[in-house]
């Protein structure tokens, strides 16, 4: 097995201008470069050959790099976005308890009113009975407040 040389510092000059210029060797190109530096033209292709395959190594490292702080910023403001998402959903919640608590005192509200209602009603025909009067009171559920001044519920969202 033959020993590997190492190039020399101007050889290894001459082979970067070179590829700078063009970092793919065409054959009489080749054969042009391994005379000038006194090399095999074997040695020149795969000396090209590796420059290419570290250039796209470090392309890659670049790229990834990149994608890498892209996808960090991503998941950073995804990671905000759901936070706010999170809060939203929270005084979503609070708003849409608050709107039902108000409903059900409001339904209360009437509710005991017409109960109210109708609990008078009802000792008002229990006096007239007890006094042998007719029933002048109807035998039914009021369907109306008589109170005019009263609100009528507010209709949920």
């Known amino acids: 097995m033959k020993k590997k040389r190492r190039l020399s510092v101007d050889q290894v000059k001459f082979l970067e201008r070179s590829f700078e210029e063009k970092n793919k060797l065409e054959p009489d190109r080749k054969i042009q470069v391994a ?3 006194n090399l095999q033209p074997r040695q020149v292709e795969i000396w090209f050959q ?26 950073s403001e995804f990671d905000c976005l759901q936070k706010h998402n999170d809060k939203l959903k ?14 059900c005192i409001e339904i209360y509200v009437i509710l005991d009113k017409y109960l109210h209602l109708h609990v008078e009603m009802l000792k008002e025909k229990l006096h007239q009975r007890e006094k042998g009067e007719k029933d002048s009171i109807p035998n039914e559920f009021p369907t109306k407040e008589l109170d005019s001044n009263a609100q009528e519920p507010k209709p949920l969202l």
């Open 35 to 37: 005379k000038e530096l």
């Open 50 to 75: 590796n420059r290419r395959a570290c250039c796209k190594t470090k392309q890659l490292e670049k790229d990834y790099e990149i994608l890498n702080s892209s996808y960090d910023k991503l998941k």
């Open 90 to 103: 929270h005084e979503v919640f609070v708003i849409k308890s608050r709107v039902i608590n108000n409903f």
